[in-house]
C-alpha cells in the first residue's frame, strides 16, 4: 500500500491518545485504507502526515504542521472553493480520494463537528462537471470470470449501463477497446494480464470477494433495474453488474454501501443521495456489432491521433461531428465504436440520413433547437443524486421547451426513424411547467440562500418574503425620519452580519441624541445605537428572512425530488435526442463534403473514387481511389473454389498487393477503405462517388510500428503477435488490412512469412484483404493466385525527380524509389549520391548474375536427361535466392547467385544472411560495397 495511504504509523501509535478531531481523521484513513483522504477543516480540505507530504508535492502546495497535546503532524490543505482542480491532479497521479466533509453546522455543535466521506473521487466514477472534461463516456468496469467472463460497465455521470460476456481474455480485451474505462474493479476469480487487457491508462483494483456473491448481486441487480434472470444471461454478467453497482454507491456514499474491506461504510451517512437514476441495463452481444479491437481503434486513429502531428489533430470522430449538444457527441463516439450488423438497421439510418441531406432548411432548423439542448443525462444525474442546484432545474425546463418545435420540425417526416422520432419524443410538459412555476428565470447559484422560488408559487413563502420586505422599507424609511426627529443631518441608518441593525450618530453631535436610543457599539468617531422599535423590526426581518430561506430551500427540494422521479422519461427523451442530432450531423457532413449513400449487404467492396475523410479535408487536391475486391471463396460457401467465378469466367478478386513507394499513399489508401466500410454500418454516409459494401464482421490492422521493451516483446514480436490474432480470427466477413508484414527480420525470413500468409488469407480464410509491401516478390505470388491482383500507386519522374501521383492503378509497381525519397527527407547529398553508385552497382551486378545464369541453363539443357537431377537442383538453388530479392534495391528482379558451390555460393549466403530490415544506411552501404569487391573478383 502507498505510504500516503491508509491510516499514519504515527496515529496509529498514539491511537488512544489523538484528540478528537485527529481521532476522526485516523479513523476514516482506516476505514477508507484505499483512497487519500481529505478532510474538512473550516474552508480547507487538509491531509496529515505522509499524505499531507504526498498532496503538498504533487499539487505543488505548501506543506505546514499542525501541533497539539500528541504531538507534531505534517499537514497540507486544499481551499474547498478551488478543490477540483487539485483532486484532478492527485486522481492524474493514480490515486482514489475520499472527500470528508463535515455533516453538522459548526454554529449548532459544542464541540468536535462530526464529518464522514460523502464520496470517493475516482477516475472512473466522476460526476463532476470540472472533472470530467468534456462530453464523452467516463466508464468504470467490472469483470468476473466463470464458464465465461462477465463484463458490466457503467457512467456514472449519466447512467449509461451496460453487461455483455464473452468467452476469452483477448474477447474481453477487444470489448473493453470499445468504450474504453478510465477505471476497473476485478473479482476474486479473475486472472488476467491487466495491462494487455485493461490498458496502461485504466486503474485497476481487486474488489472486495463479497460485492461479486450471487446472492448479493442478485438483489442489487433487481434494486435497481429488476429481475435479474430476465436481463442477463449467465452468473458471470449477473456478478459483474452486482458488483459494479456496490462500487457506485461505495463511491457515491451511499448507505449501506460496502468498502473495498467488506467493511460498511458510514451507513447512517447519505449525503451524497442515491443512484436511483440507475434504471436502464443494456444488455447486449458483441456479435451484435462490428468487431473493433484496441489495435484496429489506434491504427485507425478513430478516437485518438498516433502522432501529435498532421491532419491538424483530427481524428475520425473529429471529422464527422458536426453535432450540437453533448448529447449527440456521445452518442456518435457510441456509433462509430460499434458500428452494426444489421443491414435493415443500417438501412434506417442511412433513409433517414438522406432526407435530411435533401432537405436543408429542416436540417438547419433542428441543428439550430438541438443546440439549445443541455446535457439532460447528466443534468437528471445530479438532480437524482441531489446535488443540482436551481439553474440546473432551469435548464432542464429550457430544453423540454424545445422539444415541441423539435417535433414540430419532424412532424411530416417521410423516413422510419425520422417519423419515430417524431412520435416518441416526450416533451414532458408537466415538468417543464413545474419548473417553470417555481424556479426563478434567473436564481442564484446557491440553493440555501434564497432568491430562488419565484413569487406566488407559495403563499406561506409569500407572506415572509413580505414580511421581510415591508421591514426593510421601513428601515430604508428610517433615516430621513430620524434626521427630521433629532435635527442631526448626518446621521446615518446601517447594518453589520455580526451587531445588527444600527443608528449611527458622530461624536460632535452625542448631545442630541433622543433619550431612546439605547447604546449597541462604541466607534473612535462615533457611536451606534438602536431604538426598541428598531430592535423589534430586525427581529422581525431577521425571523421572516430566515424561515423564507428555509422553507424555499425544502420547496426547491421538493421540486427537484418531482422531476427525479421522472428520471426515466428524461433519460429516455435524452436518448432520442441525441440520436436525431447524430442522424443530421451526418446529413450535414454528406451536404457539405459531398458524401454518398452507401448500399450495404453487398456481396463485395466496390468503391468508385473513394476518399479518406480525415486526410481529404488537410490536403488542396486529395486524389480520389476505386477499389474493388470480391468476396472469397469461404463467403461463397463453395468447396474447391479459390476465387467467386462470374459469368464470363472471369474471377474477381479478393485480395490486393499494393506496392509503390514510401509517400505514395499505401497506408492512407488502406485506412481509407475500413474507414468508407465502419461509416457506412455506423449509419453515415461515405466519402466517395459510389459505394456498394458487405457487412463486415471485423476490421483487422496489422499496420505501423510498435514495441513493448519492458514487457519483453520487440516490435517484430508485437508485429507477430497481432498477426497470428487475425490468422486465428479473421472470417470471410472481414476486412485484413496488413502493412509491410514480415520487416523485423532478415529479408529472407520476412518474405517467407508474407508469402505463406497471403496464402493461408487466400486460400484458408477468405477475407477481403488489402496487403501493402516493398516484397516486391510478393507480386508474383498474387500473379499466381485467382483471387488475388496486383496494385500499385503510379510514380512519375520530371527532370530527375519523383513525383507521386498517389493513383492506384493495376498491377505491380516497378521499383521502390527509396533512394530518392531519402533525397526528399533531407538525407545529405554525398549519402544520397553515394547511395545511388552503389544502387547502379548493384543492380548492374543483379544483370551479369542472371546472364551467367541463363548460359548456365543452356549449357545444362545440351548435357541431356541425364543431368536432370543436377538441373533441378541448381534450380532449387537458383530459387531459394530470389528470398532475398529486396535487397538489390529494384523490385521485380530477382537476385540468381551461381548454382552450387563456388564464389556464386558464397556471395549468395552472405546476401542470405544480411538483416537489411535492421541494417542503418551506412551498415548498408558497406556490406553492398562488400559485396562488390567480392563479385569484382
Known sequence: MDAALGPPAKMAELEGELTPMMAQYYELCRRYDEALVLFQVGDFYEAFCGAAERVARLCEITLTKREDSTGEYPMAGIPIDNAESYVETLLDAGYRVAIADQVEDPDEVSGVVERAVTRIVTPGTLTESELLGGADNNYVAALTAGERYGLALLDVSTGDCYATSVASETAVADELSRFGPAEAIVGPDVDVDRDAVFGPACLVTRYEDSAFDRERADERVEQYFGPPERLLAGDAEVRACGALLAYAEYTRGSAGAVGPDGEPVDPDVDPAGTLDYLNHLTRYDPREYMLLDAVAVESLELFERRSVRGHENRTLVDTVDETACALGRRKLTDWLRRPLLDADRIEARHGAVAELQRD????????????????LE???SRVSRGRANARDLRSLASTLAVVPEVRDALSDADARLLADLHATLDPLTEVREEIEAAIRPDPPQEVTEGGVIREGYDEELDDLRSTERSGKAWIDDLEASERERTGIDSLKVGHTSVHGYYIEVTNANLDAVPEDYQRRQTLKNSERYYTPELKEREEEILRAESEADDLEYDLFCAVRDEVAGEAER????ADRLARLDVLVSFAA???????????????????????????ERTQDAFVPNDTHLGSGPVADGAEGQTADSGDDGEFEPFFAVVTGPNMSGKSTYMRQVALLCLLAQAGSFVPAAAADLPILDRVFTRVGASDDI?????????????????????????????????????????????????EHLHDEVGAYTLFATHHHDLTAVAADLPGATNRHFETSREDGDVAFDHELVPGPAAASYGVEVADMAGVPDPVVERSRALLTDAEADVAAVEEDDRERETDATDVGDETDDADRDAESASETTEAVAATNGRTGETVRANGAGGDGESIRERLADLDVATMTPIEAMNALAALQERVDE
Do not use: K, N, W
Open 589 to 615: 457532413v454528406a451536404a457539405q463534403y459531398d458524401y454518398c449513400r452507401p448500399t450495404v449487404g453487398s456481396d463485395g467492396i466496390d468503391v468508385t473514387a473513394g476518399r479518406h475523410p480525415v486526410v
Open 570 to 573: 428524461v433519460q429516455a427523451l
Open 710 to 758: 519492458a514487457g519483453g516483446r520487440s516490435t517484430f514480436m508485437i508485429e507477430m503477435t497481432e498477426l497470428a490474432t487475425i490468422l486465428d480470427e479473421a472470417t470471410a466477413d472481414s476486412l485484413v488490412l496488413l502493412d509491410e508484414v514480415g520487416r523485423g527480420t532478415s529479408t529472407a525470413d520476412g518474405l517467407a512469412i508474407a508469402r505463406a500468409v497471403t
Open 378 to 380: 447528466r443534468l437528471v
Open 360 to 375: 436543408p432548411a429542416r436540417r438547419e432548423e433542428l441543428s439550430a433547437l438541438l443546440s439549445e439542448v443541455y446535457d
